[in-house]
């Protein structure tokens, strides 16, 4: 097959296997071991290493078709499976994949000890690994339960995206389809990039994605091509198109959805010029705003910036109340280095408080002078609305959109900012919500995101378990009532997931 090319983890074997360490004979010259760095690291693996060749065992420090025996520490068998299978060896059926207590075992009586159903890491098939998820109690490793689930929230995705290629191409696609309104083409995008964020290994063969969820014949015939081409026809025509490049320009600013964005683009407007001259067109305060101060806030807000922001919101709910918490959320409460805007839980242990403590910080920056644009929207929470009906509705909470003056001294190690720009202070997106404290955990899980991560909890929810979640609750159909949250771990639970910590949630 075509693919005989790209066989990038296999090489010939190493010449230099004996090298480096003393020359011990060999007893056993019909096994070849090849141990697994992953999770058993690189100094007990050479520590292993070293131990099998005194012993009179062969071990090659890289994987080919010569290996017998492939030997693992981390025994989640379909990772192990799936990065085999990308490796590109054409033998591999003819291995055995072992569990380290082969190994031991072999160490324990000097030779390869005979291989038992216990030492076996078998394949997943994929009838296991797509179906829906089984119901699991937190389980310990073996198979199925640990193949790659169909919902970002039985996944663990850290900042660590090991396909950048192809999630990149898969988000250009999965955004033209959201900009023409095509919600569900834009999520088979969304969803087959998000399953190859959580990946800890690098797709470099088509073959080694077969088993993985959420990946159709469109999204593996675009991964193809770029595994063969280093890129997709149709991205690159989707990227120099002009309604494309337009409709991202549009929306990119604050307050410009793609509504707006396709009506003006059907008006014959290309650029922001174009949009000021054009009488007809009223921008509505948000986007006065978001024009005024387009090159801030279109540029990243980083870590610093964001813990600069923390402190100042901090010292605004310190003077209101000795009551108040605050939390970080949003993508750098999940380990991100940069983001588009910093979100922020700020509220009172006492509730029904929440509302005012959103409105005295909000006048105090006033007072400071560094709001330049607040967007504030109260509370329509009320239990009688509880459990919401529609899936992506927005939560009930006071919450405020704003545009904050952040001056260069306030932010440990200066502003981020353009070369040449001596301003001293930049213009940045902030959001607050302030949910009262006996929904905070819900609220937590809600705004710390990712979106996708969020999307498929609430899908999870509805569909393996009867139940709608939402940032404000988690109702039980089938018990016909409201379960209670103090923390993230407590909806986890009363979901039958594992928890999943917050950096491990950028699905
Ligand atoms: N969110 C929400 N309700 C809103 C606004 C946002 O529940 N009215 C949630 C989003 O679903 C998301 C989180 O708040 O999970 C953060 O949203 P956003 O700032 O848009 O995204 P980030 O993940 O923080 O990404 P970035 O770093 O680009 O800001
Ligand atoms: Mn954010
Ligand atoms: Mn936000």
Redesign the pocket.
Known sequence: MFHAAIRPCVRKRSKAASVGGPKHSVKFKEVRLYLVERKMGSSRRSFLTQLARSKGFIVDDHLSDEITHVVSEDSRASSLWAWLKGCGLTNLSKMQVLHISWFTDSMRVGSPAAVENRHLIQDTPPALQEGSAPALAPAPAPAPAASVSQYACQRRTSTDNKNKILTDAFEVLAEYYELSELQSSCLVFRRAASVLKSLPWTVQCIEATQGLPCLGDHTKAIMEEILQSGHSFDVERILSSERYQTLKLFTSMFGVGPKTAEKWYRRGLRSFSDIVAEPSVQLNPMQQSGFLHYGDISRVVTKAEAQALGNIIDQAVRLITSDGVIAL???FRRG?EV???V?FIVTTHEVGKEGCVLRHIIDSFKKQGILLYCDYQASTFHVSKLPCKSFEA??YYP?CFLILRLEASQVDGGLGCAEGDNRGWRAVRV?LVSPPMDRYAFALL??????QF?RDLRRFARKERRMILD?HTLYDKTKGRFLTARSEEDIFAHLGLEYVEPWQRNA
């Open positions: 959320t949003g993508g991100k983001g588009h805007d979100d927005m939560d919450k959001d809600g705004w710390t995101g990712s979106t969020d940032n």
